[in-house]
């Protein structure tokens, strides 16, 4: 596919059109262009309009599933998913999502925090809310097994590194500052959610805000009591070996490594 983004966005237009809806401003590209998302209208009602396309052999599993399967997720703000279409092109898979549009603006426009948050003061308590209700969640979700987190430790750190979880817990799974809003706060983009090593959601938040010391260690004491364990450390040490080759690190590198 010579053009991926172009292409992407023809498939938006159409599944925008399917839904009797106009594309209404700019569009979210996703890394290498696996997704499309903006905002869609009927110049009476907004929706949030996500397209993804992956290779049909491919169009199966926890990811793929994951944003249908969060529908079953009660007690955690996020916005609704109200319908679902999908077809085949170009031996692609393709699926438009159809959501709720949620308009409180996100925390952070970038994967990597750039720039120091005012929060209000009941976000934390909020955010804290959440992930208990969410942990408390039943799943058999598994994102990333036990076999995989041992493999990619190993990898980097050699095999003294202690890759053993204790606690699998229910977790968002990506839990960055783009995908959090600044009031209730919603939790938005449940590709990655399922279980996870205890305080992976806290370590991903860490980890990207590791460019602004002030939000970071904002971040840590909210959380010590799950990064400070062995469970933590793992989650920790798992973030950063995701984040150091994404597309998106950027100079988030160079306070990963010492990491």
Do not use: K
């Amino acid at each position: 596919m010579t053009d991926r983004a172009a292409w992407m966005r023809t498939q938006f237009d159409h599944a925008a059109r399917r839904h009797g809806l106009t594309p209404d401003g700019p569009t979210l590209r996703g890394v290498r262009d696996r997704t499309i998302s903006g905002r869609v209208t009927n110049h009476e009602t907004a929706r949030w309009l996500r397209v993804i396309a992956v290779a049909t052999d491919q169009a199966h599993g926890v990811v793929w599933d994951g944003p249908i399967a969060a529908t079953e997720i009660t007690g955690v703000p996020r916005p609704e998913l109200l319908t679902v279409e999908q077809w085949t092109a170009q031996n692609q898979t393709i699926r438009a999502e159809l959501w709720e549009l949620v308009t409180e603006p996100i925390c952070a426009p970038h994967e990597t925090l750039n720039q120091v948050l005012t929060l209000p003061d009941l976000w934390w308590p909020n955010m804290h809310a959440c992930l208990d209700r969410l942990a408390r969640h039943p799943t058999t979700r598994t994102p990333r097994t036990q076999q995989q987190i041992t493999a990619a430790l190993r990898r980097v750190c050699g095999s003294h590194v202690n890759s053993r979880v204790e606690h699998l817990v229910t977790q968002h799974g990506d839990l960055r500052w783009t995908n959090l809003t600044r009031d209730t706060p919603y939790l938005l983009d449940w590709e990655f959610w399922g279980l996870a090593p205890a305080g992976t959601d806290a370590a991903t938040l860490y980890c990207t805000s590791l460019l602004v010391p002030e939000v970071a260690t904002t971040v840590y004491d909210q959380f010590r009591h799950v990064l400070d364990t062995p469970d933590g450390r793992i989650a920790q040490l798992g973030i950063c070996i995701q984040l150091c080759p994404h597309p998106c690190c950027g100079a988030l590198i160079e306070p990963l490594h010492p990491l």
